[in-house]
């Protein structure tokens, strides 16, 4: 079945870059998301690309496709301490249809 | 432009009552996605519907479990008899017709379940 993994968490210095990575296994897959989770909140969307892109830029984040090794990330620059968050990579497929699958979030902590 | 509504924030039940979580999606978006996130978890995938019907109910448990979307009001998830092991966070999200092949999931704030 379908499987996206990240790693469980990143530690950075404030005004760092972040780069959060994330491995996917469906070859079918459609678009690619990065969603934002506070503590205690929901998940927002922060940024997402259609697989037949292999890079986004929005502000200070920057999104990576490399479709052949299936691999996301995610970068953050000019990290901040309001970027801590866990940080869900998630995928939609034409074989997933109507199911988004989600990683199990990596742990984005700032250091001073 | 409302996003995605669920209530309540927080919802606290002892074992065995009942526990209804609401939803209502985004203006003009029919198709409603059900998440469950236990305790340091991702999200799981529960149910999919549209209005009226269940396209999707994979990765709902087969029992005290269950999901609607009726012709009017919000979607509802229902867990009858509830245990701890249902404690969680419960994500609802929305899409317009089309689905996710169009279109990214807007989450709401979701429900956490308590059960004592």
């Known amino acids: 079945g379908e499987d996206v993994e990240q790693s469980l968490f990143l530690s950075v210095r404030e005004g760092d870059s972040s780069v959060i990575n994330c491995t996917y296994t469906d070859s079918s897959s459609t678009y690619l998301y990065w969603y934002k989770q506070e503590p205690g909140a929901g998940l927002q969307l922060l940024t997402y690309?259609?697989?037949?892109?292999d890079m986004k830029q929005d502000q200070r984040l920057t999104v990576l496709l490399n479709k052949k090794d299936k691999h996301l990330s995610l970068r953050i620059a000019d990290t901040q301490t309001g970027d801590s968050a866990i940080y869900f990579c998630a995928e939609t497929s034409y074989s997933s249809a109507s199911k988004i699958i989600f990683g199990s979030g990596t742990r984005l902590s700032i250091r001073p | 432009n409302a996003g995605v509504m669920q209530n309540p924030r927080h919802l606290v039940r002892r074992r065995g009552q009942e526990a209804r979580l609401r939803c209502s999606p985004m203006k003009g978006h029919s198709h409603v996605y059900w998440y469950r996130q236990l305790p340091e978890e991702g999200l799981k995938f529960m149910v999919y519907?549209?209005?009226?019907?269940?396209?999707?109910e994979s990765g709902m448990p087969k029992e005290r479990f269950s999901a609607e979307f009726p012709k009017e009001g919000p979607s509802i998830l229902r867990i009858q008899q509830v245990v701890r092991g249902d404690s969680a966070a419960y994500f609802c999200?929305?899409?317009?017709?089309?689905?996710?092949?169009?279109?990214?999931?807007?989450f709401g704030n979701g429900t956490r379940l308590t059960v004592t």
């Open positions: 999200a929305s899409s317009p017709p089309g689905g996710t092949s169009n279109s990214p999931l807007h």
């Open positions: 690309i259609f697989s037949n892109m």
């Open positions: 519907l549209q209005k009226e019907n269940i396209i999707d």
